[in-house]
């Protein structure tokens, strides 16, 4: 089991461009959440797919997007990038069991934005 | 946003017990405290999870004090490959699904 795997591992982007990132869950989970993580912070949420909609959402601005395809696997879209956008970015994936609900996180795409 | 509140480093000396502390007052009686562990920025590794009573599992101890409000996280005999960024969330259920609320972790470090 390959556990959760991220693409690109690095990446560099001018302010104002646009910047697509992926995750491949787990196997056997159905649920993608992305989180963004600034030097020195703990991460914080973005959003959560289940069955391809967006379930949950933390505080950030429209130019943060995202999909859910049928086989699990996601995007996290970023437009406009500004030079806040610069961070880890992760993904984890889960299949919510009440109780028994674990998140698995990837190893996480580095963003830089110039 | 965060839930926790954790100090933002501690030493420990190598082969003995870690206990990391977490204050999270506002605890709900349904959110569960998780911990994670971050190493050089690789993504955050489980540790263990409680919702009242303590825990223990291969990796760790989870005390979880009656009224909720705070949590320790003991590791029994701390090993230089501990030295990590260990994280305490609360997780809130809202519906059918979670999230999970980091704080800014403590960066334990331990030394030979």
């Known amino acids: 089991d390959a556990g959760v795997t991220q693409s690109p591992t690095h990446l560099i982007k001018t302010r104002g461009q646009q910047v697509t990132l992926r995750c491949s869950p787990k196997?056997?989970?159905?649920?993608v959440s992305w989180y963004q993580q600034a030097l020195g912070q703990g991460p914080q949420f973005i959003f959560q797919y289940y069955e391809e909609e967006e379930r949950q959402r933390g505080n950030f601005p429209d130019r943060f997007s995202g999909h859910q395809f049928p086989n699990y696997s996601s995007e996290l879209n970023v437009n406009a990038l500004l030079l806040g956008d610069s961070a880890l970015y992760l993904c984890?994936?889960?299949?919510?069991?009440?109780?028994?609900?674990?998140?698995?996180f990837g190893p996480g795409t580095r963003l830089t934005v110039t | 946003d965060a839930k926790t509140t954790q100090p933002p480093s501690m030493d420990c000396a190598e082969g003995r017990a870690a206990n990391l502390p977490c204050n999270h007052s506002?605890?709900?009686?349904?959110?569960?405290v998780y911990w994670y562990r971050q190493i050089h920025s690789q993504g955050p590794q489980y540790i263990i999870h409680?919702?009242?009573n303590n825990e223990t599992n291969e990796m760790a101890s989870l005390i979880i004090t009656e009224d909720r409000k705070s949590s320790t996280l003991i590791l029994p005999h701390a090993t230089l490959r501990d030295t990590a960024v260990y994280y305490c969330?609360?997780?809130?259920?809202?519906?059918?699904?979670?999230?999970?609320?980091f704080g800014s972790g403590t960066k334990l470090n331990v030394k030979p």
């Open positions: 506002t605890i709900s009686g349904n959110e569960y």
């Open positions: 969330i609360v997780r809130v259920v809202s519906g059918n699904f979670n999230k999970f609320y």
């Open positions: 984890a994936s889960s299949s919510g069991v009440m109780g028994l609900y674990e998140q698995y």
């Open positions: 409680g919702l009242k």
């Open positions: 196997s056997g989970h159905d649920t």
